[in-house]
């Protein structure tokens, strides 16, 4: 992806959660000059991959595949002793931008529309070779069990949400003609390194092409102290 682009999708997705009254935490206005002034107070941030992360999955077509997050907390799977177990994103989906099927070994969450369109999530099963399988899927969809076939879809209107399980593949985008979905995920610990089984082998995390200078650091790329 192109900085240029990045800085875009950042600068948009701001104005849309400001639209939606979605505030986020000062972190996520530092410029890339005042983290350079940041020591081993922030090593949360750092070591969490807190803020911003938009990806294209290495398609190098956002609009259609590509995704801007932004992660607000997060545990470590790994006890450190900060002892949380959690993770809260914040997520922006575009009109038929899809999310590739994926699965998490670990983590379990919930995936809410907090606003905008509807957000269209199509589900299957792994099987033991951590292909699709060809049975049917059953979620929970605020408190109430729902079964679909395999590669079936859920709708999620503004309030709605779905939990997945580990070992769930999972695909999502916003629906066509419905809006921009503002959707929040409330989960166990999230580790992007070790954790995504992406059906199609592909990079979770973009190359960047540094057209212009960047507006925010992306969640990867915070300088280390000393």
Not at 63 to 68: C, P
Not at 141 to 160: F, N, Q, S, Y
Not at 179 to 205: I, K, Q, Y
Request: with cysteine; net charge negative.
């Amino acid at each position: 992806m192109k900085r240029s682009e990045i800085n875009h999708e950042i600068r948009d997705a701001q104005a849309f959660l400001d639209k939606h009254g979605f505030a986020l935490p000062p972190f996520a206005s530092w410029t890339p000059d005042h983290w350079k002034t940041v020591g081993s107070e922030a090593d949360e941030i750092r070591s969490r991959a807190l803020g911003w992360d938009v990806t294209d999955f290495g398609s190098g077509r956002f609009g259609e595949i590509g995704l801007t997050v932004f992660t607000i907390r997060n545990g470590r799977l790994d006890d450190d002793g900060n002892r949380k177990i959690y993770a809260e994103k914040i997520l922006i989906v575009r009109e038929d931008q899809v999310t590739p099927f994926h699965f998490h070994f670990s983590k379990t969450e919930d995936i809410i529309n907090r606003g905008g369109g509807n957000l269209v999530v199509v589900l299957c099963n792994s099987d033991e070779k951590e292909e699709l399988a060809d049975t049917p899927v059953t979620v929970s969809c605020d408190g109430v069990t729902r079964t679909v076939p395999a590669g079936g879809k859920v709708v999620l209107g503004t309030g709605e949400s779905i939990t997945l399980v580990p070992g769930v593949y999972h695909e999502f985008k916003g629906e066509a003609g419905s809006g921009t979905v503002l959707v929040g995920e409330v989960s166990s610990v999230n580790d992007d390194a070790v954790d995504n089984r992406f059906l199609n082998e592909l990079p979770r995390f973009p190359e960047i092409e540094e057209d212009e200078t960047p507006l925010r650091l992306l969640c990867t790329e915070y300088p280390r102290v000393g």
